[in-house]
């Protein structure tokens, strides 16, 4: 969820070639005019109901727009990717659905992907 000021995003255009990472280029946008932009993180846990190939797309996306550094990999790594399988226990339980565990196993390992070959993955094709 975004709070924005009006005036902190007049005048933007998102352009055409840019099919994910869009809430990054908004950010980037905004702080290039001046703005100062807060994260509040939160932890918590998503179900991705998303095609299998929207990680490699968010992947490149995170490379590009300097999102995740080459510094932070391993963390990514050790946070996203190699704990997704546990992450997605509680709601393959709650959905009684296993295939949940591999889904979003498959989108870490896929944003991983995208990442490290980001030039294959930038634009999406829709």
Do not use: S
């Not at 300097?66 to 510094?71: D, F, I, L, P, S």
């Not at 339980?93 to 995208?114: E, P, S």
Request: glycine share 8%; net charge positive.
């Amino acid at each position: 969820m975004y709070f924005l000021r009006r005036k902190a995003v007049e005048g933007i255009r998102i352009p055409d070639c840019l099919g994910a990472y869009e809430h990054t280029y908004i950010k980037k946008y905004i702080e290039d005019r001046g703005w100062k932009v807060q994260v509040i993180w939160g932890n918590g846990m998503h179900y991705y109901d998303f095609p299998d190939y929207k990680g490699a797309w968010l992947g490149a996306g995170a490379r590009v727009f300097g999102e995740v550094k080459v510094e932070n990999l391993p963390y990514i790594l050790m946070r996203k990717v190699l704990t997704a399988p546990l992450k997605a226990i509680p709601p393959a339980l709650a959905y009684k659905d296993a295939n949940i565990i591999v889904q979003n196993t498959k989108y870490w390992l896929r944003f991983l992907k995208g990442w490290l070959k980001y030039n294959e993955y930038i634009i999406l094709k829709r």
